[in-house]
């Protein structure tokens, strides 16, 4: 982004330079050769931007008028803004009584400007990375408290994406996102865990974060599951990632290189995340390599969704020490519930040496088959050992949590007006009221 803000600011100096040159010129021809000049030029400025930008993703949530207003409520914005006000005024004010005491001509004061324009372009190029950085923070700082649809991940993550192109049209958006002025907090994270496989991890990280980010939360997913699961229900094709949470948990790389923007952002995984919990071992602080990834990006988000996979290694340790919350999906089968034991033993072990404050913020019965009595019998037993821990959505069984990711979607956006859809937003609903 710095690059485009030098060049334009490098392009400013020189259309300053040479503008009043060319004005005057034209203005020797015709006294009306300026005032077409000007148009002409802007329309061929119009033209270049037609074809020359890349086309940008919709934004899930048009942008009113008044969010640029709304955004003044933020006190840093204000007196960023006052100050501009009272910097344009004094700047232009004198621009325009310059040419007077100093009794130039309309050549003179031509040259005045091309060699104001000239010092511009060169002080930029030359000084571009500071400039750049200033514009670059208060840019950036704008668009942070302005309530305005950005995409986070990076240029390039998101050119490679083969979701590109088939990002949400703003006409396929269930709900009208409301978004949150209050952006100063951190994301909180939580992990979906249950070293049992098959129990909807995957499908509950991936829908749940979908129901956060209609109610206009901003939501990463991180798949930390070398299947990459989720990875592919968004329809990215794990096999073409040149690169994945592999890069970041092993190389340190940052987490928004490996981010595509999806119907929510998606930190993407691959098979070579097989190899990490090995890679990783002689890593010193191992257990928090994602927790350590993580903060460079909890700003930027409201909610950080983390899949993990089917046991309690390594990868399900990290997710579990950057988490402030535990979700665990249970299939509501006796079986698949003996597991939790090992689960909370796993995570009382990670209270005692790694994150004191992760705690279970909920179990969650998925799969239900509402005509056994298998299913009742289960939830039975789920609520008298863990009482009020257990949401009180249910996630019953539907043919349509397969079908989504065929199509590379959440049930949200699959099927919005489905009772499967309903009861993720339930489920969003009870995280939300519970803090
Ligand atoms: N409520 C549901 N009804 C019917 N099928 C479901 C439901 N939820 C998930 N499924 C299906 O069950 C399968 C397993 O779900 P999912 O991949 O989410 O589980 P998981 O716990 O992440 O598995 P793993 O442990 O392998 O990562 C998937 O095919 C999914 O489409
Ligand atoms: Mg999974």
Known sequence: MSGAIILYEAALGLGIASGPLVGGLLGGISWRGPFFGTPALMAVGFVAIVVLLEPLPKPARKVSLVDPLKALRHRGLLITGVVALFYNFGFFTLLAYTPFPLHMSAHELGFVFFGWGLLLAVAVISAGAFLGVIDTV????????????????????????????????????????????????????????????????????LNLAAAFAEEGHRVLCVDMDPQGNLTMSQGIDPETLERSMFDVLVHDLPISEVTRTCEVDVAVASIDLAGAEIAMSMKIGRERSLDRALKAVRDDYDFVCIDTPPSLGLLTVNALTAAD???????????????????????????????????????????????????????????????????????????????????????????????????????????????
């Open 138 to 205: 208060l840019t950036e700082a704008v668009m942070r408290v302005a309530p305005v649809e950005r995409p986070v991940a990076s240029v390039r993550a998101r050119e490679d994406s083969p979701a590109r192109g088939r990002t949400r049209r703003s006409d396929e958006v269930p709900a009208t996102p409301k978004r949150r002025l209050d952006v100063t907090g951190q994301a909180k994270v939580i992990a979906f865990a249950n070293q049992k496989g098959g129990v909807a991890k995957t499908t509950t990280t």
């Open 325 to 435: 919350k535990v979700i665990v999906p249970v299939q509501c089968e006796y079986l698949s519930m003996r597991g939790l034991l090992q689960l909370q033993h796993t995570l009382s072990m990670i209270r005692e040496n790694l994150n004191p404050n992760v705690d279970i913020a909920g179990i969650l019965p998925t799969m239900v088959d509402t005509r056994t009595l298998h299913a009742k019998e289960a939830i039975e037993i789920l609520e008298e050992n863990f009482g009020d821990r257990v949401f009180g959505a249910r996630i019953k069984k539907t043919v349509r949590f397969a079908e989504a990711p065929v199509k590379g979607m959440s049930v949200l956006k699959y099927d919005p007006t489905g009772a499967a859809a309903d009861a993720y937003r339930r489920l969003a609903k009870e995280v939300l009221s519970n803090g």
